[in-house]
């Protein structure tokens, strides 16, 4: 029996399964094929590449459901790319790492939800009151960029800030059923993955990049600064990145300040790796699920397995679960609410 959630009928989705907006990796494939599985792919917006933009929308316009996503400090830099998303339709527009307010009245006016990424309580409040529908509890096991929080420690803190008033959905080391049903225990109303969505047929990335996310183990991945710093990219605090340890990551890790200082050679060395393939250099941005992952399937496989493998586990364990922890944030019983809630939608 499919697991309903206030997620899922405010997206009219099957399965509470969100596909994140990885950069250039969450094109218009992966993101129509996670949609046609009965999850919600979010076609990556990038920092903000109108040509590739441009053309990924205009592949799905007319379909859904879909959303985009942006990081939102870059998209301030060229607001203009959010017409261009606009105008392709989607369900939902997505937004991470900044100040979702000036962006916001227009997204709720083309018809579009809401969707805002956070990393802390501040940041999930700030985002209610710029109008999200649906809020993106991010832990820093997730891959790219995130902050310190852990997911099993964020996520039901905003749960508790939400109150019910919107969905909130877990990011951060899933990749499987047990994922899945792990966070909705804590309260959410669903997942949004990227990691093993990029080791996926359909993800834009190259195919050593995948294979490398397949054969890694979770202790292979590292959160800074070095990946972006070798791009001449400076994220704001107090976001880093987490990728997998490589190299070119062993060898300029506590020496980001002799990085700096030869950023002209380094910018140069990593974009021609980048062209070349070459991942002891060039960063693959992957979480700590990775120690889940050892295939590279369909998009549609992966949604089907994560799917049934945390409805078998609800349906088995919600019995047993319910009334045994009642949470002191949400009174008596509240732990019994906030199962069948994420179970049934209520």
């Known amino acids: 029996m499919p697991i309903t959630t206030p997620l899922t009928e405010l997206l009219g989705i ?3 399964i969100l596909s994140a907006p990885m950069d250039t990796i969450a094109g218009s494939r992966l993101t129509r094929a996670v949609s046609e599985a009965g999850g919600f792919g979010i076609l990556g917006g990038g920092y903000g590449d109108r ?3 441009q053309a990924e929308a205009a592949e799905l316009r007319g379909f859904a459901p879909f959303g985009i996503g942006f990081i939102t400090w870059s998209l301030a830099k060229q607001p203009e790319l959010l017409d261009i998303a606009l105008d392709a339709r989607p369900q939902a527009v997505m937004l991470s790492f900044g100040d979702p307010a ?5 997204i709720k006016a083309s018809g579009a939800r809401l969707i805002c990424q956070v990393q802390t309580e501040a940041m999930a409040k700030q985002a209610l009151d710029a109008g999200a529908e649906i809020l993106i509890a991010q832990g820093t096991e997730a891959g790219g960029h995130g902050a310190s929080r852990t997911t099993v420690g964020i996520v039901p803190d905003i749960v508790d800030l939400a109150a019910g008033r919107v969905p909130v959905v877990a990011a951060g080391g899933i990749a499987d059923g047990r994922g899945l049903a792990a966070m909705m225990m804590l309260g959410a109303s669903g997942v949004l993955i990227g990691t093993r969505f990029y080791a996926s047929v359909e993800a834009n990335g190259a195919e050593g990049a995948k294979q490398r996310i397949r054969t890694a183990d979770g202790n292979g991945t590292v959160r800074g600064v070095v990946p972006d710093w070798s791009r001449k990219l400076f994220w704001p605090a107090p976001f880093t990145a987490r990728t997998l340890v490589n190299s070119h990551i062993k060898a300029w890790t506590g020496r980001e300040i002799e990085l700096l200082q030869r950023a002209d050679e380094i910018v140069k060395d990593y974009a021609a790796a980048k062209m070349a393939g070459d991942f002891e250099i060039a960063a693959v941005f992957a979480g700590e699920a990775v120690g889940l992952i050892h295939d590279i399937p369909p998009a ?3 949604v089907e397995r994560i799917a049934a493998e945390a409805e078998q586990l609800l349906e088995g364990r919600r019995n047993s679960v319910v009334g045994a922890f009642p949470s002191p ?10 199962m069948r809630g994420s179970i049934h939608g209520e």
């Open 14 to 16: 099957r399965h509470p």
């Open 102 to 106: 000036p962006f916001a009245p227009r």
């Open 51 to 53: 040509g590739r933009l």
């Open 300 to 302: 549609a496989e992966i």
């Open 329 to 338: 944030h949400v009174g008596e019983g509240g732990a019994q609410r906030r």
